[in-house]
């Protein structure tokens, strides 16, 4: 039985017919197209998944889709504007060698703009954590949490 | 070129391919969808070896959706490896739980999986062997009966003998003050990329294929896959192998998967593109692992710490198929002959055939299993010597112009300033005079190929590049990018050689049909042959447009140059009547009478050889070489091993782009440190018990390693502006490293992968009872 449920998605006041037991990352992939976010496990284990839902950096691929239901939902595509010009924490993964394969980077930088929402001025053990959830296999997470130090280094008054 | 006049080498430019990947907007094959698109799912085998009696696909194929059922029995039979030991789909017997015995294509992925449910499979099932020990003994049961040209096998051991002598070992025992003599087991470890598996697969109406494919190796995987039209009756047709984005490679994806073969079964059968996607418990138990080895080492030294002799004899479980990995003795030789200064050397390995997941390559090549029982060994034989260890690798260090008993011609070779740096990082010596309770610290060196390595006929890269109207240049490049960057320090050194900056070159990669050939992304190869490619071809077209700008300004072309997309008088800089933008230059030579358009190619292959029947050889121009170096705590209560210090030091000719090259050197140095702590395949009776990420543990960002790399920079001569391999060097010390340093902490040696806390409480219990 399908059903429609209505949220904010980057931004954008939008509707879409579901089935109840998809997951969030099905819908954001399938019904949407947006592809940024990435399935790596389906079992919350790896955070190749993750996207922002109401300030909070979730596993979309086990957030079931009808908790969605008048929430406000961000991912990887809602950060840099059209024109290209990319979010501090994507300016910085860039800058300081954080991306490799790539493969974890969307979520991986879900979950730093999720801190940095919350902590302007994290310190190396509360970046740490927030990706705990995030696996790479490619870079040692050392430019990783490099970037989202200087990221958030940056983004101070 | 001049060190200071370097512009764009050398520096910390980002990747070319990063503002892509940090947007979402990369394509990788989980992302692409074709129109028409069928989804197939593979069903695997009930035991890990029986006799298949009977499958019935027709419950499956009347489920709704569901598009074709394929078993090797409506197949023509496709047979890969490196032995060719494999059908793609199996028909008589299963010999791992993750053979293949049947295929669905359907409209969407849950029907397809649906179907796989009703499909039934009859089995007989055969007692198996599951320890490499037990499989290699004579009246072992067969794995199997025949080999790929029905010639009938008589034991379970691969018909790959490999043994290296050199000198005279019997004699260099008799001659040595000090005989070491132990025995090391590595296990089963799996790549964990973070993009699993896929394919789609289809063809066009003259029956030729297209494979959008993550392949670290397209050239070759075109010849398996044409091999594979060949035998479905479509002799003379050609493959199309076209890359997307790639989640991760790590030796993963050298060989040709037979899920790969399946989506081209199912698409000719089907006449739809079909798309194979793994799950990530497929990638852990469908995906061979690193080989894991029983290795018995022996090495003796003279009484001034001289290395007298090295023996080492290598039992390695291959599995039920063969891969390329099987060839990976080849590469254990490296560090077995030629690790340091040892005159004597004998090499013998066996790889045998068990029930268990077969296994491949994975970063180093069998050279991170083999170092850590050499490296282990170093640290036993110094302690039985009284010398100290750092000082025991001092005397017996390798230095240029040395030729090694494999006959590896040593060219540059800062493995001294490695060692050396790692042990001031460490305050080596105070930390060995005044040793803290329970702490350590343990080195372990490198050696690996540096300058390619010659283990196909061609080591080969093709390069095409191409100027447009607009002074901007088309790289066109057989090299696969798997994010070790690759195609970002290609346009570093081709905008370096034609004075333009990184962002004016655009790399086409990625289609054997468009892009020269190479032989793969292996062998930490790609940026030696693929920059050392671009030099050249790079040069090619700097002196057309040179000699063009010549005749307009008529003067020599040897006294032009160009810097920053202008082209000037070397003797004049300054004067701007003899000064001309490049793109200004090129739509000058394309729109006049006799136009021209300026492009340039070449095909690169480094002075390597393949190694003889001897397996003696110069395997590699060069040689990269490292010293790992660390300081651990270890809590004997609990056996929790924590890295204190960590020193990676890497003889890398020259830092093309630092940035990316510490970021080899990081992720390897935590992939090396799972290797030794944390990760490991479990197997029951065949079975992957642990197809998931909370049961095999890659380290994560709460795992606080402090590494801190040193580049040693030896400008080698053959590399492209000096630069030697660095993809697979920095995984290979590790594991050893640590395990030296943690005998070194509290006096118990753990000879087996990976080193958990309950062998260490194990052995420290060991230890308490001997008193």
Same mark, same amino acid.
């Given at each position: ?24 990352l099905h819908?954001l992939r399938e019904t949407f197209e947006l592809t940024g976010a990435k399935e ?63 493969f ?54 | ?19 892509e990947?940090?947007?979402g907007r990369a394509i990788y094959i989980h992302d692409l969808k074709l129109p028409g698109m069928l989804y197939g799912k593979i ?22 959706g569901v598009r074709a059922v394929i ?32 295929a669905v294509a359907a409209i969407d992925p849950d029907i397809a999986e649906?179907a ?79 993009g699993t598996s896929g394919c789609i697969a289809l063809f066009d109406l003259d029956n030729n294929l297209t494979i959008y494919s993550i392949t670290?190796?397209p050239?070759?995987a075109q010849?398996?896959f044409?091999?594979a039209l060949?035998?479905m009756?479509l002799?003379?047709k050609n493959t199309r192998v076209i890359n997307t984005v790639i989640g ?5 994806k050298?060989?040709t998967h037979?899920y790969e073969y399946i989506a081209i079964l199912l698409a000719y059968r089907t006449r739809k593109p079909v798309k194979i996607l793994f799950t ?229 990669k990625g289609d054997t049909s468009i892009c ?181 543990? /890659?380290?994560? @960002? ?5 590494? $801190?790399? =040193?580049?040693?920079?030896? #400008?080698?001569?053959?590399?492209? %502006? ?15 490293? /640590?395990?030296? @340093? ?5 006096? $118990?040696? =753990?000879?087996?992968?990976? #080193?958990?806390?309950?062998?260490? %409480? ?10």
């Amino acid at each position: 039985m399908k059903k429609v449920i209505s949220f904010k998605l980057n931004g954008e006041d939008v509707e879409a017919e579901v089935e109840p037991h998809w997951s969030l990352l099905h819908l954001l992939r399938e019904t949407f197209e947006l592809t940024g976010a990435k399935e790596g496990c389906g079992k919350g284990e790896c955070g190749a998944c993750t996207v922002i839902v109401d300030g909070k950096a979730i596993n979309s691929c086990l957030f079931p889709v009808m908790e969605v239901e008048g929430c406000e939902v961000t991912t990887i595509e809602g950060l840099a504007t059209l024109n290209g010009n990319l979010h501090p924490i994507q300016e910085s993964f860039v800058a300081n060698g954080a991306v490799q394969c790539g493969f974890c980077t969307p979520g991986m930088i879900m979950s730093a703009k999720a801190l940095l929402d919350e902590n302007k001025n994290p310190s190396e053990d509360d970046i740490r954590t927030a990706i705990a959830g995030n696996l790479c296999r490619c870079t040692g997470y050392v430019q990783i949490i490099e970037a989202i130090k200087k990221a958030s280094e940056r983004r101070e008054p | 070129m001049m060190e200071s006049q370097l512009k764009s080498v050398g520096k910390r430019v980002p990747k070319v391919d990063a503002r892509e990947k940090v947007t979402g907007r990369a394509i990788y094959i989980h992302d692409l969808k074709l129109p028409g698109m069928l989804y197939g799912k593979i069903l695997y085998s009930k035991y890990p070896h029986a006799r298949i009696l009977n499958i019935d696909t027709s419950k499956a194929e009347k489920l709704p959706g569901v598009r074709a059922v394929i078993t090797g029995f409506n197949t023509p039979e496709i047979r890969i490896g490196f032995m060719k030991d494999q059908p793609v789909l199996k028909k008589d017997k299963v010999r791992q739980y993750r053979d293949e015995v049947a295929a669905v294509a359907a409209i969407d992925p849950d029907i397809a999986e649906e179907a796989l449910d009703l499909i039934k499979v009859d089995y007989e099932p055969l007692p198996g062997l599951f320890d490499p020990e037990e499989a290699v003994k004579e009246d072992a049961i067969l794995i199997h009966e025949y080999d790929a040209k029905g010639k009938p096998l008589k034991n379970n051991i691969l018909k790959l003998p490999w043994r290296l002598i050199a000198g005279d070992v019997e004699q260099a025992k008799k001659e040595s003050d000090f005989i070491v003599e132990d025995s090391f087991r590595v296990t089963w470890v799996t790549h964990c990329c973070m993009g699993t598996s896929g394919c789609i697969a289809l063809f066009d109406l003259d029956n030729n294929l297209t494979i959008y494919s993550i392949t670290q190796i397209p050239f070759l995987a075109q010849n398996d896959f044409n091999a594979a039209l060949k035998a479905m009756g479509l002799k003379g047709k050609n493959t199309r192998v076209i890359n997307t984005v790639i989640g991760g490679g790590f030796g993963s994806k050298l060989d040709t998967h037979v899920y790969e073969y399946i989506a081209i079964l199912l698409a000719y059968r089907t006449r739809k593109p079909v798309k194979i996607l793994f799950t990530r418990e497929e990638e852990f138990f469908a995906q061979p692992p690193r080989q894991p080895a029983i290795i018995k080492i022996s090495q003796g030294c003279k009484k001034d710490g001289n290395l007298t002799f090295r023996e080492v004899d290598m039992l390695l479980d291959n599995g039920a198929y063969t891969s390329w990995g099987a060839t990976t003795p080849s590469v254990m030789m490296v560090p077995i002959s030629s690790l340091y200064k040892v005159p004597n050397i004998k090499y013998t390995a066996r790889s045998v055939y068990t029930n268990n997941i077969y296994a491949q390559a994975m970063r180093g090549y069998g050279n991170p299993q083999a170092t850590f029982a050499v490296e282990s060994s170093m640290d036993i034989l110094a302690e039985a010597a009284g010398i100290d260890p750092m000082e025991f690798r001092l005397i017996n260090v390798n230095l240029p112009g040395e030729i090694t008993p494999q006959n590896f011609k040593v060219t540059t070779c800062g493995l001294k300033e490695c060692i050396e740096s790692v042990g001031e990082g460490l305050n080596w010596k105070d930390a060995k005079k005044n040793k803290k309770k329970k702490r350590g610290v343990g080195m372990s060196s490198l050696i690996h190929v540096g300058g390619g390595a010659r283990v196909y006929k061609s080591d080969g890269h093709g390069m095409i590049m191409k100027v447009d109207d607009f002074g901007k240049i088309s790289v066109i490049t057989g090299a696969v990018e798997i994010g070790q960057g690759s195609e970002t320090v290609i346009s570093q050194v081709a905008a370096e050689v034609l004075g333009v900056f990184p962002e004016d070159i655009q790399i086409i990669k990625g289609d054997t049909s468009i892009c020269p050939w190479d032989v793969g992304t292996h062998a930490s190869r790609q940026a030696f042959v693929s920059c050392n490619a671009a030099i050249t071809v790079a040069n090619k077209i700097k002196k057309e447009i040179l000699d063009i700008a010549g005749k307009y300004f008529n003067v020599d072309p040897e006294n032009l140059d160009i810097k920053n997309r202008v082209i000037y008088l070397k003797d004049e800089p300054e004067n701007s009547e003899k000064q001309m933008p490049l793109d200004k230059l090129l739509r000058r030579a394309h729109f006049s009478k006799h136009g021209t358009m300026i492009m340039a190619e070449t095909f690169y292959d480094p002075p390597n050889e393949m190694l003889n029947q001897e397996f003696k050889g110069n395997l590699s121009c060069t040689y990269a070489y490292g010293t790992t170096g660390v300081e651990v705590e270890v809590d004997t209560e609990t056996g929790h091993v924590e890295i204190k210090k960590y020193f990676a030091a890497h003889d890398v000719g020259r830092a093309l782009n630092p940035m990316l090259l510490e970021g080899q050197i990081y992720g390897a140095a935590v992939m090396g440190t799972g290797y030794a702590l944390t990760e490991q395949l479990i197997l029951k009776q065949g079975k992957v018990m642990n197809d998931n990420f909370l049961d095999y543990k /890659i380290l994560t @960002a709460k795992d606080k390693i402090p590494i $801190v790399p =040193i580049l040693v920079e030896t #400008i080698d001569e053959l590399g492209p %502006l000096g630069a030697k391999g660095i993809g697979e060097p920095a995984c290979v010390p590790t594991a050893p490293a /640590i395990a030296n @340093a943690i005998h070194d902490a509290i006096g $118990v040696r =753990i000879k087996d992968l990976p #080193i958990t806390p309950e062998k260490i %409480l194990k052995a420290l219990k060991e230890k308490e009872k001997k008193g």
